[in-house]
């Protein structure tokens, strides 16, 4: 589990392949901290560190997980925010995350608010019943506030703070990053569901 409060930025440094699979060497402030079989959350998608050498870590991005995530579209040279899992004695800053990217986001705008940035979003429309207004939502390992919902977008506000400390000034119209909706939500959802089938097949 994580909150969402990113510890440091990584740079991929090396990608290869590994049959379907891709393996990324990330050179990190904290690579050195790391062990092998370490849940680490990399731009909001939980991966295993699977080794650690001089230059950094490397993890290793399965089909499934290269099909519903931005880690595709990642190149030598990219940032990903980096998180380590929570410990007992973690104070929860942001709001549970497990690192189960739920979709895509497409940036569809930003916006300079002279202190602040704003940026727009939009998703697959049918995560919206997921999303409510002012409620958490991850972006790239970014436990994040939504406002402004319309259909399916939604905008969230980058204090300097965020914006100097994760790879948010990388992100610009047309950019595509990973979400994770809130899991109390997800949960409220599958009730409902469940509970109206229940109701039909009285």
């Not at 590994?18 to 050179?27: D, H, K, P, W």
């Not at 998703?123 to 409510?132: G, T, V």
């Given at each position: 589990?994580?909150?969402?409060?990113?510890?440091?930025?990584?740079?991929?440094?090396?990608?290869?392949?590994?049959?379907?699979?891709?393996?990324?060497?990330?050179?990190?402030?904290?690579?050195?901290?790391?062990?092998?079989?370490?849940?680490?959350?990399?731009?909001?998608?939980?991966?295993?560190?699977?080794?650690?050498?001089?230059?950094?870590?490397?993890?290793?991005?399965?089909?499934?997980?290269?099909?519903?995530?931005?880690?595709?579209?990642?190149?030598?040279?990219?940032?990903?925010?980096?998180?380590?899992?929570?410990?007992?004695?973690?104070?929860?800053?942001?709001?549970?995350?497990?690192?189960?990217?739920?979709?895509?986001?497409?940036?569809?705008?930003?916006?300079?608010?002279?202190?602040?940035?704003?940026?727009?979003?939009?998703?697959?429309p049918e995560f919206a019943p997921l999303?409510?207004?002012?409620?958490?939502?991850?972006?790239?390992?970014?436990?994040?506030?939504?406002?402004?919902?319309?259909?399916?977008?939604?905008?969230?506000?980058?204090?300097?703070?965020?914006?100097?400390?994760?790879?948010?000034?990388?992100?610009?119209?047309?950019?595509?990053?990973?979400?994770?909706?809130?899991?109390?939500?997800?949960?409220?959802?599958?009730?409902?569901?469940?509970?109206?089938?229940?109701?039909?097949?009285?």
């Amino acid at each position: 589990m994580f909150t969402g409060i990113v510890e440091t930025v990584g740079t991929i440094i090396q990608i290869s392949e590994s049959g379907t699979n891709q393996r990324f060497l990330v050179s990190s402030s904290l690579s050195n901290e790391f062990k092998a079989d370490q849940s680490v959350l990399h731009d909001g998608v939980c991966l295993t560190v699977e080794e650690v050498t001089k230059e950094g870590h490397v993890i290793s991005a399965v089909h499934e997980t290269l099909q519903k995530t931005n880690l595709r579209h990642r190149k030598k040279g990219d940032q990903l925010n980096i998180e380590r899992s929570l410990t007992l004695q973690t104070r929860l800053d942001g709001h549970i995350v497990q690192g189960h990217v739920d979709a895509t986001a497409t940036c569809t705008g930003v916006s300079d608010m002279s202190g602040s940035w704003e940026y727009s979003f939009s998703y697959p429309p049918e995560f919206a019943p997921l999303i409510i207004e002012k409620g958490s939502v991850c972006i790239n390992g970014v436990s994040l506030t939504a406002f402004a919902l319309k259909d399916n977008t939604f905008k969230v506000a980058i204090i300097p703070y965020t914006y100097n400390h994760t790879n948010f000034p990388s992100v610009r119209e047309g950019s595509v990053v990973n979400i994770e909706f809130d899991i109390i939500g997800k949960y409220a959802e599958r009730f409902m569901l469940t509970s109206q089938r229940k109701h039909h097949a009285q």
